[in-house]
Every structure is written in C-alpha cells, then in structure tokens.
C-alpha cells in the first residue's frame, strides 16, 4: 500500500511537471504525450495490477511482469535509438559550425596578408 502510494503521488508529480514544462515550451506536444502516456500507465498498472496478467494473456505471454519487462526494453530500445539519432545530428552542427569558423577565419587571415603585402 505504501509503495502504491508513493509511485502514484511521485507519478502525478511527474506529470504535473511535464505539463509545466510543455506550457513553457522545454517539451514539445508529441514528446508531452508519450511522457503523460507512459505515466498514466505506470498509475493503471500500480491501480489495477491484475491488468497486466489480462493483457499478457491475450497477448500470448505467460506472465503480466513478463510483459512488463517486454514493454519496458522496447521503451528503453526506443529511447535509445531517438537519443542517437539526437546526437548524430549535434554532431553534424558541431562539425559544420567548426568548418564554418575555420573557413572564415582562413578568409580573414588571407585578407589581412594581402593587405599587409600592398
């Protein structure tokens, strides 16, 4: 009961700053969803731990924990993947933004010898 108590209040809490954090625009609407979303679920399943041996077993799985544990790799999985795909592109900027300074900073000091020349 203590436990139940606690996820769903730090729960709540999550979601209330997800909120706050799409109103001041740090989350975008989709990624707000998929957070509240996860969330929300976490409070079903903490509510009404029955569901996931229902939906396990509709699903073919032997064991509600056991879909729990399928679901949580595949959310893991995803999150992963978005965090490198999110880092390939900051990479990409990095590298762009480095060439650019280069490439201009080459410019200017091949401005400022010809004027020292003439």
Do not use: C
């Not at 809490?13 to 954090?21: F, Q, R």
């Not at 939906?55 to 064991?63: D, F, M, P, S, V």
């Not at 933004?97 to 010809?114: G, T, Y």
């Amino acid at each position: 009961m203590i436990l139940q108590v606690l996820v769903i209040t730090s729960s709540l809490l999550i979601i209330v700053n997800l909120i706050s954090k799409f109103k001041k625009g740090s989350l975008t609407l989709k990624e707000t969803a998929f957070w509240v979303i996860l969330w929300l679920s976490v409070i079903i399943v903490f509510l009404f731990p029955s569901i996931t041996s229902t939906l396990a077993q509709i699903l073919g799985i032997t064991r509600g924990a056991d879909l729990i544990i399928y679901i949580a790799i595949l959310v893991l999985s995803y999150l992963v993947f978005k965090i490198f795909l999110k880092m390939e592109k900051i990479e990409r900027d990095i590298t762009k933004i480095v060439r650019d300074k280069s490439l201009k900073q080459i410019k200017h000091e091949k401005a400022k010898r010809q004027k020292h020349q003439n």
